[in-house]
């Protein structure tokens, strides 16, 4: 808790002095459980090893990474389009994945802030609230605003974003090499806890250099990062 008390702390102080102003089916989302978030407390001997935390314009980097989950947003103006090395590596992805006779397709990137409030809404208009939070972001929370994410599907489930892709040939391939393209799978399974999102075989984060790393140890980013 001590952890997470300074985390917060640094986080709300950088954001005060920089002055920082995939759709689903109702029977894909119905009876999925709660995804509370859970923290391990830490003890005073941890501060020492406390993130590296950077906050430019309202952005947040941790250890140079920028950041965006259900406790750390970015600006509403913040609208930087899908970045072209994102797009350099999907592509390469997906060629080298038709190589070996599988086949992607790209279903969502880059969302401004307001494109995710309308597509959020929509959700809790749809399913409420409680269940729109385990798979829907609220605006400003959203990776797809980084311009560093995409959803991905294979011909037979892009237009779902099933969790049924994580069946798939084409998902049985990527979930080992998406690090190689510098990917990680954002929203792993059994992390519901940590990421607060349930498990999205399709969600893909650019995170460069760092991936191989951050595949192999088998953790979420905010684990890899120390702010879980």
Known sequence: MIRKLILGMTISAALLMQGCGSTLNAEQTAGHQTFPKQYSPASIGDLAALPDIEVIDGVTYVEGILVVNKEIPLPRDYNPGLQQEVIDAYSRMFADGAGRGLDFVLV?????????????????????????????????????QTGLAIDVGSSDSATTLSVKFGETPEYQWMKDAAHEYG??????????????????????????????????????LEEYLGIE
């Open 108 to 144: 969502s990137d880059f969302r401004s802030y307001d494109y995710q409030a309308g597509l959020y809404n929509n959700y809790v208009a749809r399913d409420g609230r409680e269940e729109a939070d385990k798979f829907s972001a609220k605006p400003g929370h959203s990776e797809h």
């Open 183 to 220: 990917f990680i799978i954002r929203y792993l399974e059994g992390k519901e806890d940590i990421t607060g999102y349930q498990y999205e075989p399709w969600h893909l984060r650019y995170v460069g250099d760092e991936a191989e790393a951050i595949y192999e140890s088998g953790l979420t």
